[in-house]
């Protein structure tokens, strides 16, 4: 039975549409798969950036700390020396004090004679010579005369050695000088200093480590005492 040309314009509609429903699933179907592979896309590049930003500032972070470690570690470094510098200057200026005061010692004669005797009768000690040249401030010539004479029969007896003293009145020790004297073997190669600043800088030397803990108390890091 032949179809009449409504049928066949009704069939062809009929396959239009399915074609066209079956195109636009398919349409819909690549949409929601482009869709889907583009949030997956999306998420990963989000994800990638994201861990690179985290690395980025971690990194940022890392250095901003390192940074303020070594800025710490020298204004520490820095407030130590300073606080060093300082008990320094204080110790200088306690004993430049001290030196000033030492003149007033060679002020009362009785006791600086005395104190000569004995630095007069170390320095023969010490140099332990046959021929000793003593100089000494040219206000002080008598009293190391006197101390002379009382040190060198002491001497002999302890030494059982002859000796000669040579006051040396040529060259005489500076009028500044607190007091003392500086005593030489007789070339004049091995020298002796017992001024009495050269004796108060042994002293301190020797008390540092006390005078530094009058001062400022024990320092529990000093392993070693200077």
């Given at each position: 039975?032949?179809?009449?040309?409504?049928?066949?314009?009704?069939?062809?509609?009929?396959?239009?549409?399915?074609?066209?429903?079956e195109a636009n699933e398919k349409a819909e179907e690549i949409d929601a798969k482009a869709e889907e592979e583009f949030n997956i896309e999306k998420g990963r590049l989000v994800q990638t950036q994201r861990l690179k930003i985290m690395e980025y500032y971690e990194k940022k972070e890392k250095q901003i700390e390192q940074q303020k470690k070594i800025q710490m570690s020298n204004l520490m470094n820095q407030a130590r020396l300073k606080v060093l510098k300082a008990r320094d200057d204080l110790i200088n200026d306690l004993l430049t004090e001290a030196k000033q005061r030492l003149s007033k010692v060679a002020k009362d004669g009785t006791r600086y004679q005395v104190l000569l005797d004995g630095l007069v009768m170390q320095g023969l000690y010490q140099l332990l010579e046959t021929k000793v040249v003593i100089r000494c401030r040219k206000q002080d010539l008598s009293l190391v005369k006197a101390a002379v004479q009382k040190c060198i029969p002491a001497y002999k007896?302890?030494?059982?050695?002859?000796i000669e003293v040579i006051l040396d009145q040529d060259n005489f020790l500076s009028h500044e000088i607190a007091g003392g004297?500086?005593?030489f073997n007789f070339d004049g190669k091995i020298k002796v200093s017992n001024t009495l600043e050269t004796r108060l800088d042994l002293i301190a030397q020797q008390m540092m480590p006390d005078i530094r803990a009058a001062l400022f108390g024990t320092n529990a890091n000093r392993k070693f005492l200077d």
């Open positions: 039975m032949a179809l009449s040309d409504a049928d066949v314009q009704k069939q062809i509609k009929h396959m239009m549409a399915f074609i066209e429903q007896s302890s030494t059982k050695k002859d004297v500086e005593m």
